[in-house]
């Protein structure tokens, strides 16, 4: 099985910078996903992370750690519209099916 | 063009009713999945499927229902007996060459 931790909520200012944590425990991992939802919307990918490092997207960076079952999400450059929760998740070697945990709600405030 | 089209986006339903929620996709991925969401909460896995004709159960099975006779369809009937059923469920499809979960836009089913 899958179980995977990530803080509920977090409070940023617009134009700074926020790093989400997630840690995971799986019995057979394929990749580390982060998405974006918006509320009421679907969610929507934003990076992938199979290998250990850093993988750089535009404002959004996300950090990957095999060996300690960890990984973040790093948004630069706030803006507003950034304000949604952002849901980490991992893929199951077994079953090919993402896990994801709860989310955290990120609130931009100007 | 391409993409997962859910429907419908809100239903309600009487207590004891089976719904049946609609997901077909023009992508030809093999994968599909069902998942549902409550307020404030992540996604939790229904029923999955790798392939035409065959399907498995996720960690929340219990009161629904699946089948997946084209590659393009992959319905989601929740039953009478799924006790809380209010909630926002979301169709996804990918391919085995690519993991990356794509998904429809959701349908939000209410119990009045």
């Known amino acids: 099985g899958q179980n995977i931790d990530q803080p509920t909520e977090m409070t940023a200012t617009e134009g700074a910078i926020v790093q989400i944590n997630c840690t995971y425990q799986?019995?057979?991992?394929?990749?580390l996903f982060w998405y974006q939802q918006h509320a009421g919307e679907a969610p929507t990918f934003l990076s992938y992370?199979?290998?250990?490092g850093l993988e750089e997207k535009g404002r959004f960076s996300s950090f990957l750690s095999r060996s300690k079952g960890y990984s973040y999400l790093l948004l630069k450059e706030l803006q507003m519209k950034d304000s949604a929760s952002y849901l980490c998740?991992?893929?199951?070697?077994?079953?090919?099916?993402?896990?994801f945990g709860s989310g955290t709600r990120l609130q931009v405030q100007p | 063009d391409g993409g997962i089209t859910q429907s419908p986006k809100y239903l309600f339903r009487k207590e004891g009713q089976n719904v049946t929620l609609s997901c077909e996709q023009n992508?030809?991925?093999?994968?599909m999945y069902w998942y549902r969401q409550d307020p404030g909460q992540g996604l939790r896995l229904i029923y999955y499927?790798?392939?035409?004709?065959?399907?498995q159960k996720g960690d929340i099975a219990e009161g629904y229902s699946v089948s997946r006779e084209k590659k393009e369809s992959f319905p989601l009937t929740v039953t009478s007996a799924q006790k809380n059923p209010t909630a926002f469920y979301l169709c996804?499809?990918?391919?085995?060459?690519?993991?990356?979960?794509?998904f429809g836009a959701g349908s939000r089913l209410t119990v009045l």
């Open positions: 799986t019995s057979g991992f394929n990749g």
């Open positions: 499927s790798q392939i035409v004709n065959d399907f």
């Open positions: 992370n199979v290998l250990d």
């Open positions: 992508l030809n991925h093999d994968a």
């Open positions: 998740a991992a893929m199951d070697t077994g079953r090919r099916a993402l896990t």
């Open positions: 996804a499809t990918t391919t085995e060459q690519r993991n990356v979960l794509t």
